[in-house]
């Protein structure tokens, strides 16, 4: 669980970095506004679904950072799509995002058999 923690806070510094280096045009501002806020409550909802007092309360909280590690997949790709950053400067942060997606759902799966 530390190391995730360690990784899920590291992702938000990295959007965070990224949030700061995109241009300032309405465009760009709008949609880092929005892959700033669900990037960084990855981390933020983790925590708290480590602190969780039952299985239940932990697949719920994971399920929040599951949607929000989704909706940050997403605001990456339309910054890419829509040329506002290029795909080679994004690449790596996609990449752990995919990650961090497979790896919460694979906790909620585990953790839906009883192996917490």
């Known amino acids: 669980m530390d190391d995730l923690k ?3 806070k590291k992702f938000a510094l990295r959007i965070i970095k990224m949030y700061s280096s995109l241009p300032k045009t309405t465009e760009a501002q709008v949609m880092g506004k929005q ?3 669900s990037g960084t409550s990855v981390a933020a909802n983790y925590r708290e679904a480590c602190r ?3 299985p239940a309360e932990f697949r719920s909280k994971m399920g929040i950072v599951e949607q929000e590690l989704a909706e940050t997949e997403l605001w990456l790709e ?3 799509d829509s040329k506002i ?3 080679k400067m994004m690449g790596e942060l ?4 995919d990650e961090l997606l497979r790896i919460t759902v694979a906790s909620i799966v585990t953790s839906k058999k009883g192996r917490n």
Do not use: G, I, M, Q
């Open 6 to 8: 360690a990784r899920t």
């Open 35 to 37: 892959v700033l806020r």
């Open 52 to 54: 969780a007092r039952s």
């Open 78 to 80: 339309l910054l890419v």
């Open 85 to 87: 950053v290029e795909n």
């Open 94 to 97: 996609l990449a752990e995002t």
